[in-house]
Nanobody, 127 residues
Framework: QVQVLESGGGLVEAGDSLTLSCTAS????????MGWFRQVLGKGREGIAC????????AVAGFLQGRFAVSRDNGKNTLYLQMKNLEPGDTAKYIC????????????????????WGQGTQVTVSS
């Protein structure tokens, strides 16, 4: 049974940094790409980052580059999202997903590229 569990969310102030973790089990962790999405209440999921099976190839949405970074530790079956200089506009539920491929395709930011999803962890940034 595949399980995906995010952690590390919380309430922070604008300008703070935060690292989210996603632990997955029930499949060979180093066989699939992994992605991060975020979702604001009432809106759809927004793809923000992807790491290929090894973590050596990574992608971050253009509007977040310089503030967000993605990495993974296959020895710990864990994907990370490092966020710095957070803004109130970053307030959302952050959701981890297991890719359908072992690499991040040009469509990595679309939901169709992912097969399993976590429940998400809430990040709230106060001004």
């Amino acid at each position: 049974q595949v399980q995906v569990l995010e952690s590390g969310g919380g309430l922070v102030e604008a300008g703070d940094s935060l690292t989210l973790s996603c632990t997955a089990s029930g499949f060979p962790f180093d066989s699939r790409s992994m992605g991060w999405f975020r979702q604001v209440l009432g809106k759809g999921r927004e793809g923000i980052a992807c790491a290929n099976w090894s973590g050596r190839t990574r992608a971050v949405a253009g509007f977040l580059q310089g503030r967000f970074a993605v990495s993974r530790d296959n020895g710990k079956n864990t994907l990370y999202l490092q966020m710095k200089n957070l803004e109130p506009g970053d307030t959302a539920k952050y959701i981890c997903a297991i890719g359908s491929r072992d690499y991040c395709s040009p469509s990595w930011s679309t939901e169709d590229e992912y097969k399993y999803w976590g429940q998400g962890t809430q990040v709230t940034v106060s001004s």
